[in-house]
């Protein structure tokens, strides 16, 4: 059993940014990717980035420059910083974690980006 709990979320204005959080406890094996999907309303969710232990990222072209993941494995933490939020980077955000083939999810956290 393995629980995400985000944290980091809110308002904020175009051209600011925010940090999202997200600590994973329970059962984690040594090898799993960790990363942050979004999901804006009548849209499909999205991968965002993703990390694994081995450092390797992945990132969604339309936040490549502007956002950044990092995370601290002995924590089993993993965070999104967020720069330069535009109105369109609007959604529910979900932590994600997998490994051994199994996707888990965190309940979401708002990112709102309004004037």
């Known amino acids: 059993q393995v629980q995400l709990e985000e944290s980091g979320g809110g308002l904020v204005q175009p051209g600011g940014s925010l940090r999202l959080s997200c600590a994973a406890s329970?059962?984690?094996?040594?090898?799993?990717?960790m990363g942050w999907y979004r999901q804006a309303p009548g849209k499909q969710r999205e991968l965002v980035a993703s990390?694994?232990?081995?450092?390797?990222?992945n990132y969604a072209d339309s936040v490549k420059g502007r956002f950044t993941i990092s995370r601290d494995n002995a924590k089993n933490t993993v965070y999104l910083q967020m720069n330069s939020l535009k109105p369109e980077d609007t959604a529910v955000y979900y932590c994600?974690?997998?490994?051994?083939?199994?996707?888990?999810w965190g309940q979401g956290t708002q990112v709102t980006v309004s004037s």
């Open positions: 994600n974690l997998m490994q051994r083939g199994r996707p888990n």
């Open positions: 990390m694994n232990t081995g450092g390797i990222v």
């Open positions: 329970g059962v984690i094996f040594s090898i799993n990717t």
